[in-house]
């Protein structure tokens, strides 16, 4: 069964900017239904941004402008590019493979000064 990992959180101030890797453990049928989401203490879980079919993007409102997905398709990755992080971004990222129902154990961003 493939496999979720990902990869890149950790602390950062507000302002500033890191960069989340998501690698499948083998070859992704449709790399299309891949996408982020993220859970913060005490929320449920929410969109963050994810390719739809043609590859198009959606993102959250609360996101647009500031972060961007990505992939690689040659290397079964999909990245999540986080630019001028707020506080609010404080959450456990998950990446998902909707087609499957798949997803990965998470990684944790923090935003503080």
């Known amino acids: 069964q493939v496999q979720l990992v990902e990869s890149g959180g950790g602390l950062v101030q507000p302002g500033g900017s890191l960069r989340l890797s998501c690698a499948a453990s083998e070859s992704i049928f449709n790399i299309n239904a891949m996408g982020w989401y993220r859970q913060a203490p005490g929320n449920e879980r929410e969109l963050v941004a994810v390719f739809s079919s043609g590859g198009s993007t959606n993102y959250a409102d609360s996101v647009k402008g500031r972060f961007t997905i990505s992939r690689d398709v040659a290397k079964n990755t999909v990245y999540l590019q986080m630019n001028n992080l707020k506080p ?25 000064s």
């Open 88 to 112: 609010e971004d404080t959450a456990v990222y998950y990446c998902n493979y909707r087609m499957l129902g798949i997803w990965g154990k998470g990684t944790l961003v923090t935003v503080s």
